[in-house]
């Protein structure tokens, strides 16, 4: 089992910055995948970033997010810069299996096992 903590989120203005922070306990999160996705109200959740021996972006956050992780600290981070009111949303990680390999990007939701309680993030205009 892995338990994930998100932490980070916050309120910021548009074209700010925030890092969230997924903290893993349980197990550490060796060569997995782990992976970000977003959920906006009265949307679905939706992917953002994922990193496993390659890093993944969705679209819309290439040139403003960076996915990285501190092996030793057991975390991984979500760097958000240029931040715009649509980046709104609940924020989750989540870590898929140590020996899955994706045929994709690690962008869907059923790839992962394991998630967080998710960390609020407001951009007001």
């Known amino acids: 089992q892995v338990q994930l903590v998100e932490s980070g989120g916050g309120l910021v203005q548009t074209g700010g910055s925030l890092r969230l922070s997924c903290a893993a306990s349980?197990?550490?999160?060796?060569?997995?995948?782990v992976g970000w996705f977003r959920q906006a109200p009265g949307k679905e959740r939706e992917f953002v970033a994922a990193?496993?021996?390659?890093?993944y972006y969705a679209d819309f956050v290439k040139g403003r997010f960076t996915i990285s992780r501190d092996n030793a600290k057991n975390t991984v981070y979500l760097q958000m810069s240029s931040l715009k009111p649509e980046d709104t949303g609940v924020y989750y990680c989540?870590?898929?299996?140590?020996?899955?390999?994706?045929?994709?990007?690690?962008?869907?939701?059923?790839?992962?096992?394991?998630w967080g309680q998710g960390t609020q993030v407001t951009v007001s205009s």
């Open positions: 989540a870590a898929a299996s140590p020996g899955y390999y994706s045929r994709g990007y690690y962008d869907h939701r059923d790839e992962y096992d394991y």
């Open positions: 990193i496993r021996r390659s890093i």
């Open positions: 349980g197990r550490t999160f060796g060569s997995r995948a």
